[in-house]
């Protein structure tokens, strides 16, 4: 349904350093994978798609001048990591045509006629260095729409560093100045990641984050990872999800009767009802360990803040412990409160102590810690665990290329058992949506206690 019609490698349009750029241990532990989602538009003039192609190829290659990093490669080095050489090697881009409608979609759960809008990668068959780090396919629909499907190295940026890429090449395509330039010396982590002095040794241990908690009587994650995975898109109203907070709030006050503490946030009310919500479908023992991993951007938690536009990975996931028997049969507050500490546990110490655990790790290609080169598996966030990450306040919806803003934007694969993603609703009413990756033995129970349950 989807033909590849051309594909081209676009450099940057001026000489940029050559150099072998520092990555921090927060680059280094995420998976050598990329990072997939895709924007949709229909413009009001199909006219505006004449030269829709020249257009960001043109765009992409100013682009590159100041996110250099984005054409570079990565190459393998001693135990286990990678180091990137910014060698202008280029981005790849590819156009292509769809005899599809964009509402032919539904609602844009990611599903492989998604994925078809990504460039094709093929990690396991091509040298690593030979891998772009970011790859774009522009596809146009029967319908007079067209998307642009993004794949951005998971080690180069995170979401808030991809979406300010994003941002800038749009501005440049719209023919407006770039002037809100990523801040790319990542060398500003090496005074976080210095051993401590002897009188300050990191407090933070493996165990704070290891092992991730395994069904009881099974001694591994092995038969979970093999089991056949479904996405869903749920979908929260402004009023449902005052509900949820409501509920978990006013529960907090009877319990602790004062006001005294902050309310809980929409995402940490709406990520608690989740997890209880799982945990009731996926039928855990009572006495069943949980842990639900929330990825927490740190830019602004350190003693000397990373700048606002750093451009890298500055976020970490972090757990909420609870035992199943208590997050189904105490308050939505209960719950709520164990993310809520998470979340607030992530301080200056906590994050250099992380950084300086990781580096303590020799050989990374053997710790289950680490998403290696070889073993792209890395940890296992499904039955009995699951990972949240929120994309509310990125500026989504925002990338206009001169098409207008887009009328969505869709993660291209989400296949991962217990993976989710809280995202705005693009019509701006304060409603959410949520795909989520679940077993498929699951998702049936867990959609009927996820709205009954409000």
């Given at each position: 349904m989807v033909n590849l019609i051309a594909s081209r490698i676009v450099k940057p349009a001026k000489p940029i350093p050559t150099k072998v750029m520092f990555l921090s241990e927060c680059d280094q532990r995420v998976a050598?994978?990329?990072?997939?989602?895709?924007?949709?538009?229909?413009?009001?003039?199909?006219?505006?798609?004449?030269?829709?192609?020249?257009?960001?190829?043109?765009?992409?290659?100013?682009?590159?001048?100041?996110?250099?990093?984005?054409?570079?490669?990565?190459?393998?080095?001693?135990?286990?990591?990678?180091?990137?050489?910014?060698?202008?090697?280029?981005?790849?881009?590819?156009?292509?045509?769809?005899?599809?409608?964009?509402?032919?979609?539904?609602?844009?759960?990611?599903?492989?006629?998604?994925?078809?809008?990504?460039?094709?990668?093929?990690?396991?068959?091509?040298?690593?260095?030979?891998?772009?780090?970011?790859?774009?396919q522009i596809t146009k629909f029967a319908c007079g729409g067209v998307s642009i499907g993004l794949a951005v190295s998971r080690v180069i940026a995170d979401g808030q560093s991809g979406f300010h890429f994003v941002s800038e090449w749009a501005k440049i395509a719209r023919g407006e100045k770039s002037d809100d330039q990523p801040f790319l010396d990542r060398t500003i982590f090496q005074k976080y990641e210095d051993d401590h002095p002897s009188s300050t040794a990191p407090k933070l241990q493996y165990s704070?984050?290891?092992?991730?908690?395994?069904?009881?009587?099974?001694?591994?994650?092995?038969?979970?990872?093999?089991?056949?995975?479904?996405?869903?898109?749920?979908?929260?109203?402004?009023?449902?999800?005052?509900?949820?907070?409501?509920?978990?709030?006013?529960?907090?006050?009877?319990?602790?009767?004062?006001?005294?503490?902050?309310p809980f946030s929409r995402f940490v009310a709406v990520s608690a009802h989740i997890w209880r919500c799982l945990s009731k479908a996926r039928m855990h023992n009572p006495a069943q360990e949980t842990v639900l991993y929330v990825t927490v951007d740190f830019r602004k938690r350190l003693k000397l803040p990373l700048p606002g536009r750093y451009f890298g990975n500055a976020v970490l996931p972090v757990p909420a412990r609870a035992i199943a028997g208590d997050l189904q049969s105490r308050p939505l507050s209960y719950a709520s409160s164990k993310i809520k500490e998470a979340i607030e546990n992530v301080t200056d110490e906590y994050v250099r102590s992380y950084l300086v655990c990781m580096k303590n790790i020799p050989e990374v290609s053997t710790s289950p810690y680490f998403h290696t080169v070889g073993r792209p598996q890395g940890l296992f966030f499904g039955n009995p665990n699951l990972i949240v990450t929120?994309?509310?306040?990125?500026?989504?919806?925002?990338?206009?290329?001169?098409?207008?803003?887009?009328?969505?934007?869709?993660?291209?694969?989400?296949?991962?058992?217990?993976?989710?993603?809280?995202?705005?609703?693009?019509?701006?009413?304060?409603?959410?949506?949520?795909?989520?990756?679940?077993?498929v033995e699951h998702i049936n129970a867990f959609k009927k206690y996820f709205y009954e349950d409000i």
């Open positions: 050598v994978t990329h990072a997939t989602v895709v924007h949709f538009y229909k413009p009001e003039s199909p006219e505006l798609l004449n030269d829709a192609t020249e257009v960001l190829k043109d765009s992409l290659s100013e682009a590159l001048v100041a996110f250099y990093p984005l054409a570079g490669r990565l190459y393998p080095k001693d135990g286990g990591r990678v180091e990137l050489h910014c060698n202008s090697m280029g981005a790849l881009l590819v156009e292509a045509q769809s005899e599809l409608k964009i509402q032919d979609l539904g609602d844009f759960c990611p599903a492989p006629q998604i994925r078809a809008l990504i460039p094709p990668i093929d990690n396991n068959n091509t040298p690593l260095h030979e891998v772009p780090l970011l790859l774009v704070d984050f290891f092992p991730l908690p395994v069904l009881i009587g099974r001694s591994s994650s092995l038969e979970g990872r093999k089991k056949a995975t479904i996405c869903a898109m749920l979908k929260l109203s402004k009023d449902q999800i005052e509900q949820i907070r409501n509920k978990a709030n006013d529960q907090d006050l009877m319990i602790h009767k004062t006001s005294n503490q902050r929120t994309w509310v306040g990125l500026g989504l919806y925002k990338a206009d290329f001169g098409w207008g803003d887009e009328i969505f934007m869709a993660h291209a694969s989400l296949g991962d058992d217990g993976k989710l993603f809280i995202i705005p609703s693009p019509n701006g009413d304060g409603s959410l949506l949520i795909p989520l990756g679940l077993q």
